[in-house]
């Protein structure tokens, strides 16, 4: 689905593991071979479970079974299993099921707003913004992907995306009016995309050849006027609904019309509770 790189799971072992795993070589434990079963105390929609097996590889941990990302959990019931040196077992421990509860939090949390927007609207698609946590967006896209989302804009480089702080620089909303047809030819592949939370500049910005318009704190009443008006003179204009949209809100934004959910909450989900039995063989 996504490769994470080697240095981002090394790194997340020297986090936990900067030396060495004091207390186990302290008893002497480290040559004993033991097991490892991870299991979820929730019902989850898992993910990360690749990237735990990759880094109890890179420990010396064999893993024996697991099932994949994007897999739902029933409490309970384990999901990775693995064996190798009990040294091993206890570097990789707290590292892989620290990165599979907070991966499979978001997917969890992902399934559950996409589950609620389907049941509204099948059409509609759920969407991330770029506004994940600095350092983990590779692994946070890969959760939000596990649990049926699909990031928006993975950063500033692929998408054409024009807000008003940038039609402050060429002269406001009438200027960028008239650059709209050069723009397009500049990047013909591009789709072109405005945020706006205005229907009147919503209709202009049609008229004027944009793909798709982004509408920015909206309410949802207020989008579906907005959605109805547009779709009726402009059939083929993608419409995407942003600002404050969560769980608690995301059927009423979905029922509005529009064609996605863009939204910021699916990565800050709490982390699933799971749970690791070690045992010596």
């Given at each position: 689905m996504i490769y994470i790189p080697d240095d981002v799971l090394d790194r997340m072992i020297s986090e936990d593991v900067p030396y060495c795993d004091l207390t186990t070589w302290a008893l002497d434990i480290g040559e004993q071979q033991g097991r490892m079963e991870y299991y979820s105390r929730q019902q989850a929609v898992l993910c990360g479970i690749?990237?735990?097996?990759?880094?109890?590889?890179?420990?010396?941990?064999?893993?024996?079974?697991?099932?994949?990302?994007?897999?739902?959990?029933?409490?309970?019931?384990?999901?990775?299993?693995?064996?190798?040196?009990?040294?091993?077992?206890?570097?990789?421990?707290?590292?892989?099921?620290?990165l599979m509860e907070c991966c499979s939090g978001i997917a969890t949390k992902t399934r559950r707003i996409v589950d609620i927007v389907k049941a509204v609207e099948p059409?509609?698609?759920v969407v991330s913004t770029r506004k994940s946590l600095p350092g983990v967006k590779q692994i946070s896209v890969k959760a939000i992907m596990a649990g049926g989302a699909f990031p928006h804009r993975l950063g500033l480089s692929e998408t054409l995306l024009v807000f008003e702080q940038h039609m402050n620089f060429v002269g406001g909303f009438d200027s960028f009016l008239e650059r709209i047809a050069s723009v397009k030819a500049k990047l013909p592949e591009k789709k072109l995309l405005v945020e706006t939370s205005s229907l009147e500049c919503a209709l202009r910005l049609a008229e004027a050849g944009v793909d798709a318009l982004q509408f920015d704190k909206l309410t949802p009443s207020e989008l579906r006027m907005s959605v109805a008006e547009l779709k009726a003179s402009h059939p083929r204009l993608v419409l995407l609904a942003a600002g404050g949209i969560d769980e608690?809100?995301?059927?009423?934004?979905?029922?509005?019309?529009?064609?996605?959910?863009?939204?910021?909450?699916?990565f800050f989900a709490r982390p699933m509770d799971m749970s690791v039995r070690i045992t010596a063989l």
């Amino acid at each position: 689905m996504i490769y994470i790189p080697d240095d981002v799971l090394d790194r997340m072992i020297s986090e936990d593991v900067p030396y060495c795993d004091l207390t186990t070589w302290a008893l002497d434990i480290g040559e004993q071979q033991g097991r490892m079963e991870y299991y979820s105390r929730q019902q989850a929609v898992l993910c990360g479970i690749e990237e735990a097996g990759r880094i109890l590889e890179k420990l010396g941990v064999r893993v024996i079974d697991s099932m994949r990302s994007g897999q739902t959990v029933q409490p309970g019931e384990v999901f990775l299993r693995a064996e190798g040196p009990a040294g091993a077992i206890h570097m990789a421990w707290k590292v892989t099921q620290n990165l599979m509860e907070c991966c499979s939090g978001i997917a969890t949390k992902t399934r559950r707003i996409v589950d609620i927007v389907k049941a509204v609207e099948p059409r509609a698609a759920v969407v991330s913004t770029r506004k994940s946590l600095p350092g983990v967006k590779q692994i946070s896209v890969k959760a939000i992907m596990a649990g049926g989302a699909f990031p928006h804009r993975l950063g500033l480089s692929e998408t054409l995306l024009v807000f008003e702080q940038h039609m402050n620089f060429v002269g406001g909303f009438d200027s960028f009016l008239e650059r709209i047809a050069s723009v397009k030819a500049k990047l013909p592949e591009k789709k072109l995309l405005v945020e706006t939370s205005s229907l009147e500049c919503a209709l202009r910005l049609a008229e004027a050849g944009v793909d798709a318009l982004q509408f920015d704190k909206l309410t949802p009443s207020e989008l579906r006027m907005s959605v109805a008006e547009l779709k009726a003179s402009h059939p083929r204009l993608v419409l995407l609904a942003a600002g404050g949209i969560d769980e608690h809100n995301a059927a009423e934004y979905a029922a509005a019309g529009v064609d996605a959910l863009v939204t910021t909450s699916l990565f800050f989900a709490r982390p699933m509770d799971m749970s690791v039995r070690i045992t010596a063989l």
